[in-house]
């Protein structure tokens, strides 16, 4: 059964910094892994997207790498800034399951 | 392009009742998945509707169930409600197996008093 974990579970930091947020994961046979975050309330928003064949994504300040053999991939963001905030989940979806399986989140602030 | 909608936005329910929760997926996708997001709880995996028919489970007890309908709308129904059901769900469409990232709408937010 896969298991996410992502840490830390929380962080506050100033604007500008740089951030790199962490995932595991047990099962290390994923079709592909995705990075999404939530604002409070809402629904996900996509962020990159990491095909099992792949080492990382970009996509503007944010860079995923992925990984697989040990199980593990890191979101890097850089300069933060406060439009940031929010809670940032990875989600590998599963090869023959094709569903995802979230962690509990990164939950991001950047404060002004 | 419309994204994935779902309906209503809020749900207010008895325990005991029942709420059935809508989702209309991004045109020409034909695979929608349901999730629960229990306050304090990550995001879970419910049900999976490809072409009309339920491709795989989550490990939710059967009084959750739905369906996919021909225009590939799908319905979420949960019977018997018990408190701990209030989450938000959240409803996702691709355009099927092996297809790449779900796109997410809303979510319908239930609370069950």
């Known amino acids: 059964k896969q298991e996410v974990t992502q840490i830390p579970a929380a962080l506050s930091v100033p604007e500008g910094e740089n951030l790199v947020l962490n995932c595991s994961f047990t099962d290390s046979a994923i079709y592909n892994l995705q990075w999404f975050r939530q604002d409070p309330g809402k629904g996900l928003t996509s962020l990159l997207l990491?095909?099992?064949?792949?080492r990382e994504q970009t996509s503007g300040r944010l860079n995923a790498s992925l990984d697989k053999s040990s199980g593990r991939s890191t979101l890097y963001i850089a300069a933060s800034q406060p439009g940031d905030s929010a809670t940032y989940l990875c989600?590998?979806?599963?090869?023959?399951?094709?569903?995802?399986?979230f962690g509990t989140g990164t939950r991001l602030k950047v404060l002004a | 392009e419309a994204g994935v909608t779902q309906s209503p936005t809020h749900l207010i329910k008895t325990r005991g009742q029942q709420a059935t929760l809508r989702c209309s997926p991004i045109s020409g996708h034909t695979s929608v998945y349901w999730y629960q997001q229990a306050l304090g709880l990550g995001l879970q995996f419910l049900l999976w509707?490809?072409?009309?028919?339920?491709?795989n489970r989550g490990n939710f007890p059967p009084r959750f169930s739905g369906r996919q309908f021909p225009n590939y709308s799908s319905e979420l129904n949960v019977n018997a409600l018990e408190l701990e059901d209030s989450a938000l769900y959240l409803c996702?469409?691709?355009?099927?197996?092996?297809?790449?990232?779900?796109?997410f709408g809303p979510g319908t937010r239930l609370l069950v008093l």
């Open positions: 509707y490809d072409e009309g028919e339920e491709r």
């Open positions: 989600a590998p979806v599963g090869s023959g399951t094709y569903k995802y399986i």
């Open positions: 990491i095909q099992s064949s792949q």
């Open positions: 996702a469409s691709n355009g099927g197996i092996l297809v790449e990232t779900q796109y």
